[in-house]
């Protein structure tokens, strides 16, 4: 008898928790209804407060848009500023016909003036090595004489007379100048630089704009190498004498 009461006990127990369970659920949804009550009364909140932010976005505006008006001028005129100032940078780097750079359209190369002698003539002194070279320049069919000889025979090899001849190949005047020059002391190779240092230099001071050019190649420039000096205890400059060891 106490074992079917003790079951019925327990049943019951069951039937009454079971019973209890969906009594819970209601009161566990109820806070989800709450909540998606509460949503609507949200959304329909937004609405009022878009239209009470509207016209403050609308007041905000206008006083923007003048700022913004007035950076986009200064931003076409620092962009129209760089264009300007490229297009100077291009023009500082023109040169002239005559290959002088300038530093702008309104400044020009400054030209030297040019020196003659009362026969018409650009006169010069050119030096190489130990040799010293008087020269005069003149228009003329390209004849050049040398010590009172014609070229070819003075300076019999070629590239002696192709040294004297680099001056007008540079200025590209090959042909359109006589030049007569006497020239004394050093060897050959030493005469033929000392000639082609006047021929430059008179070229210059018969025609003041091509020295840019052939000061360019370094004509102009006195050549400084000199045959060095002889030291004592030695054979030549840095010949030593033959060792003997005994």
Not at 43 to 52: H, K, R, S
Not at 130 to 144: E, F
Request: charged share 35%; hydrophobic share 35%.
């Amino acid at each position: 008898m106490a074992d079917k009461k003790t079951k019925s006990l327990s049943d019951l127990a069951k039937l009454t928790e079971e019973a209890a369970a969906p009594a819970e659920t209601p009161e566990t949804e109820a806070p989800a209804e709450a909540e998606a009550t509460a949503a609507p009364a949200e959304t329909a909140e937004t609405p009022e407060a878009a239209e009470a932010e509207a016209p403050e976005a609308v007041e905000a505006g206008p006083a923007e848009a003048p700022a913004a008006e007035a950076a986009a001028p200064q931003a076409r005129e620092g962009r129209e500023g760089g264009r300007d100032r490229d297009g100077r940078r291009e023009k500082l780097e023109e040169t002239n016909k005559d290959g002088v750079e300038t530093q702008g359209p309104q400044i020009q190369a400054i030209l030297r003036e040019q020196q003659l002698d009362k026969q018409g003539r650009a006169y010069a002194t050119g030096r190489r090595k130990d040799a010293v070279a008087r020269v005069w320049l003149k228009p003329g069919s390209g004849k050049i004489v040398v010590n009172g000889r014609d070229q070819e025979v003075y300076f019999a090899r070629p590239t002696l007379r192709l040294i004297i001849n680099q001056v007008f190949d540079v200025a590209d005047r090959k042909g359109q100048y006589d030049v007569v020059a006497t020239v004394s002391g050093g060897g050959l190779s030493g005469q033929a630089g000392a000639v082609r240092h006047g021929i430059s230099t008179a070229l210059t001071r018969y025609e003041p704009a091509l020295r840019s050019a052939v000061k360019r190649e370094g004509f102009l420039t006195r050549d400084p190498r000199v045959v060095e000096r002889k030291k004592y205890g030695k054979a030549k400059a840095r010949r030593s004498f033959q060792f003997s060891k005994r």
